[in-house]
């Protein structure tokens, strides 16, 4: 045999060996049912008994503003997060004349937005306002509030897709798409789960503005969408009175809208969490 022929056939018997033998397959992240993904979450926070115990919910702790574009500085007050029920109310308090507070609350039938001064909101209050079908749903403040749609989406009524893994923050997360039953249309959200803990770690408010039309041809190229997302990030998870809930909230806003943009941090630690304690009525209600 010539040594051209061997060379063939050492090549045709390498071949017969590779196809011998099962190609192998990428693994993929199994598919989640999205129900499923909420019961492992809610399992996470605490026994069901111990959620529908929860009548109250009073977080107190520090805050901090930070502008970090569109502006600069950064402010330290008190915070507090009360929620019973469907209502809640957060409130951050500044020593400042010119920021006095940050205020929002839903009184189960109407969601209100301070202002900071007569007639004029904060950005994140500007955004709450407008899309104020977020404070109605329970979804801010995440577990914190005893309005969490996750504990009660057969009354919600609220569409969930999960969409595989994905990352917030810079870390993995299963995400789940979250469409309310009703209301802000345009508003896309997000819900993101740890993978290891299905802790609920993250939610996205994401809306995109389209550019309005120029009024002349030469200036359509400079016309951009405007793009606004509230991330809220939930962090520092320790166990109060048999439910496991995070300590630290902070909400990102970022919001760029024409040649502008925006971008501020509220951050709160809770110092201290403690249920079924009593809640004044009127707390629900701004004055």
Not at 9 to 32: D, I, M, Q
Not at 120 to 128: E, M, T, V
Not at 249 to 255: K, N
Request: aromatic share 12%.
């Amino acid at each position: 045999m010539t040594a051209q022929k061997k060379t063939f056939l050492g090549v045709a018997l390498f071949y017969v060996a590779l196809l011998a033998f099962p190609a192998p397959t990428l693994s993929k992240e199994p598919k989640l049912d999205p129900q499923d993904l909420v019961a492992r979450s809610l399992k996470a926070v605490g026994a069901p008994e111990k959620l529908a115990a929860r009548k109250t919910c009073i977080a107190e702790g520090n805050g901090t503003v930070r502008v970090r574009t569109g502006g600069s500085g950064s402010m330290v007050g008190q915070t507090v997060f009360l929620s019973e029920g469907d209502k809640f109310r957060y409130d951050m308090k500044f020593e400042s004349k010119d920021y006095p507070e940050e205020l929002f609350a839903f009184d189960g039938q109407n969601a209100q937005v301070g202002y900071i001064r007569p007639g004029k909101r904060s950005k994140l209050g500007d955004f709450l306002y407008l899309y104020n079908g977020i404070i109605k749903e329970g979804l801010i403040g995440g577990v914190l509030s005893t309005a969490w749609p996750l504990t009660q989406l057969e009354q919600r009524g609220a569409k969930l897709q999960y969409r595989g893994l994905s990352k917030v923050e810079g870390k993995p997360a299963h995400e789940v798409r979250y469409q309310m039953r009703k209301g802000e249309s345009n508003l896309n959200i997000f819900l993101y789960f740890e993978p290891e803990t299905f802790r609920h770690v993250a939610t996205i408010y994401r809306i995109i503005q389209p550019a309005p039309l120029a009024g002349r041809p030469d200036l359509s190229s400079s016309q951009t969408d405007n793009r606004l997302e509230l991330l809220e990030v939930f962090e520092d998870f320790r166990e109060e009175d048999g439910l496991t809930l995070p300590h630290r909230w902070t909400i990102h806003y970022t919001a760029e809208v024409g040649q502008s943009t925006f971008f501020g941090e509220w951050e709160t630690g809770f110092e201290k969490i403690t249920f079924n304690q009593p809640i004044d009525p009127k707390s629900f209600a701004l004055q």
